[in-house]
């Protein structure tokens, strides 16, 4: 599976941003996909997950703001981004790992994906 990134860019405090992320190659339909960011010096945070079955669950310093979702037909994977704050400056990558379907366990370390998008730059300013 192949993911490409996009939709980052430069907003204000406060504003939103919708990023996407669309796989080509494999079975989109049969990967846990996720968000992941990277902050400059920073070790690479989890974000948000979305199962096959469409459960989603997110990190504490996103939760209420970001909202993940999936389009298995257009086979790409979102993550809309309200209320956004300087701290969430980052670049986001997109990941995704082969799962069962009714397997929907937290899969919040980097080490347990297998495909990585090549990341989108998020820029927030105060």
């Known amino acids: 599976v192949q993911l490409q990134a996009s939709g980052g860019g430069l907003v204000q405090a406060g504003d939103s941003l919708r990023l996407a992320c669309v796989a080509s190659?494999?079975?989109?339909?049969?990967?846990?996909m996720s968000w992941f960011r990277q902050a400059p010096g920073k070790e690479r945070e989890f974000v948000a997950q979305i199962c096959r079955n469409d459960r989603s669950l997110s990190g504490d310093s996103v939760k209420g703001r970001f909202t993940i979702s999936r389009d298995n037909a257009k086979k790409t994977v979102y993550l809309q981004m309200n209320s956004l704050k300087p701290e969430d400056t980052a670049v986001y990558y997109c990941?995704?790992?082969?799962?069962?379907?009714?397997?929907?366990?937290?899969?919040?370390?980097?080490?347990?994906?297998?495909?990585w998008g090549q990341g989108t730059e998020v820029t927030v300013s105060s």
């Open positions: 990941a995704a790992k082969p799962t069962i379907l009714s397997d929907c366990r937290e899969f919040t370390s980097q080490s347990e994906y297998y495909y």
């Open positions: 190659g494999g079975t989109f339909s049969r990967n846990a």
